[in-house]
Every structure is written in structure tokens, then in C-alpha cells.
């Protein structure tokens, strides 16, 4: 039996190999930082994570070029560290968790917040403000023994020349281990999936044109560009 056409793969490069890490699924998580929490003014900080997927398909590499994406007129960025997942498992407890991480990366949570604010006030799924195509910008994966101690690095999102978003990754509410625990607890975790960790304070929009370049300490950077819309 053949295919009747061949499928996307998607791949992300991994540092200091001749080889990318082919993605399976995106992973996202909700809320993460309490200065973003109240900046959107929304959820208790003491909830448990909760998450979100992205089509693996909506990745961007870096140097990307983003169409200003349909049906929106507030497309916000969203800085996040991204963590590329290296091998399988299921209900994996905290003190195991790093075992599963192959590294890190910058990523993007690319977010249509006008939809994603009536999806939520409609109380329906949030696909439309979130997992739209090109939605799932991620830079180059730095190993983990080579990334340093990610839990010590700091994010900065700049926008041009404007940083926007410049906050410990210490601040997340829930930390890295943490997260892969409770993912694992619903899905089991596979060689190829990326959990994007929630991003703080700091989103705003961005328009054609923008530039958006994330860095995150021990990681290599990210950059990508807003262009205008797609053409039909
Ligand atoms: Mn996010």
C-alpha cells in the first residue's frame, strides 16, 4: 500500500548535531506566571495548569515569516520557553520528569486575543484565538546538558528595539517538572513533543512589518516577522 500524497513532517533543528527533531504534537501550557494571570485579569493562581494543543503543523522556524493571520485585529505575542520531549512516558513523577527532557528551545505562543476573549466569554474551546496556522514560532532546541540551568535564565521578548517581556523563568508558577508531571498525567508523553511553559507579563499586539525576537539565557534566539496577510 502506498500513500495517497506524502504527509507534512515537521522538524526543528538541535544545536551542535547535523540533525532536527521531528515534531509530533504541540503542547501548551494555560497560565503560568501570576504577573500574567492578573494582567489578563482572569483565573485563580492557584489553579492546577491546565493546557492546550497546537496543530504540529503551525510550527515556524526561526527567521520566519508569519502572515498577519485572518479574522483578527489583535494578534498578541506571547514569549515562552519551549521543551522538547525525548522520550516516552506516562504519570512520570516530579524527581523523574528531567529525565524526559531532550532540551529547550524560545518559542512563541502567537495568540489571536480578540477570538481567544470570545471563545472564552461564548464558553466555547479555544482553538480559534489559539491554534491557528503559523501560530507555533520555535527557535533552534539546545540540548539540555548543553542549555545550563534553564531554571536560573531569564526571558526578554523585543519587539524592534522595545523589550516587551523581560522575567525570570524562576517565576513560573508551576516549573518545568512540574509541568511534564501533570501533562503526563493526561497524555502519555512521546520522543517529538514540545510543551511550550506559559508565558509572563508583557503581551501586546503586533502589526505587519514588527519584528519579534525572543531570547532566553543558554538558548539560542528566536526571530521571526509579522508580513502582511496571506494571499487567497
Ligand atoms: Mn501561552
Known amino acids: 500500500m502506498t500513500l495517497l500524497f506524502t504527509p507534512t513532517t515537521m522538524s526543528v533543528p538541535v544545536l551542535s548535531t547535523d540533525q532536527d527533531f521531528p515534531v509530533r504534537r504541540i503542547y501548551c501550557v494555560g497560565r503560568n506566571y501570576v504577573d500574567h494571570i492578573r494582567e489578563m485579569k482572569e483565573g485563580d493562581e492557584r489553579d ?37 520531549i525525548g522520550a516516552e512516558g506516562v504519570d512520570i513523577d516530579v524527581d523523574h520528569a528531567p529525565d524526559l527532557v531532550l ?31 503559523a501560530s507555533a514560532p520555535c527557535g ?11 531554571t536560573t535564565a531569564t526571558l526578554r521578548l523585543s519587539v524592534g528595539d522595545r523589550i516587551r517581556q523581560h522575567t525570570p523563568i524562576a517565576l ?8 511534564i508531571a501533570h501533562l503526563s498525567t ?9 510543551v511550550y511553559t506559559g508565558t509572563p507579563a508583557g503581551v501586546a499586539a503586533v502589526t505587519p512589518g514588527d519584528t519579534i525576537r525572543v531570547d532566553i ?16
Not at 119 to 130: Q, S, V
Not at 172 to 179: F, G, H
Not at 186 to 194: A, H, N, S
Not at 217 to 232: F, N
Open 186 to 194: 493526561d497524555y502519555r508523553l512521546m520522543p517529538g513533543d514540545l
Open 48 to 84: 492546577d495548569p491546565f493546557f492546550f494543543q497546537k496543530p504540529a503543523d503551525a510550527l515556524v522556524p526561526d527567521h520566519g515569516h508569519v502572515p498577519y493571520p485572518p479574522r483578527t485585529t489583535d494578534l498578541q505575542f506571547e514569549g515562552e520557553l519551549v521543551v522538547a
Open 140 to 150: 533552534p532546541i539546545t540540548r539540555r546538558a548543553e542549555a545550563g540551568d534553564i
Open 103 to 133: 532540551g529547550y528551545a524560545a518559542g512563541i505562543d502567537l495568540t489571536r486575543r480578540d477570538r481567544r476573549r470570545d471563545c472564552r466569554d461564548r464558553r466555547i474551546p479555544w482553538e480559534a484565538g489559539k491554534s491557528f496556522d
Open 172 to 179: 513560573m508558577i508551576w516549573n518545568v517538572a512540574e509541568i
Open 217 to 232: 539565557d543558554g538558548l539560542a534566539p528566536l526571530s521571526i516577522t509579522i508580513t502582511e496577510s496571506r494571499t487567497p
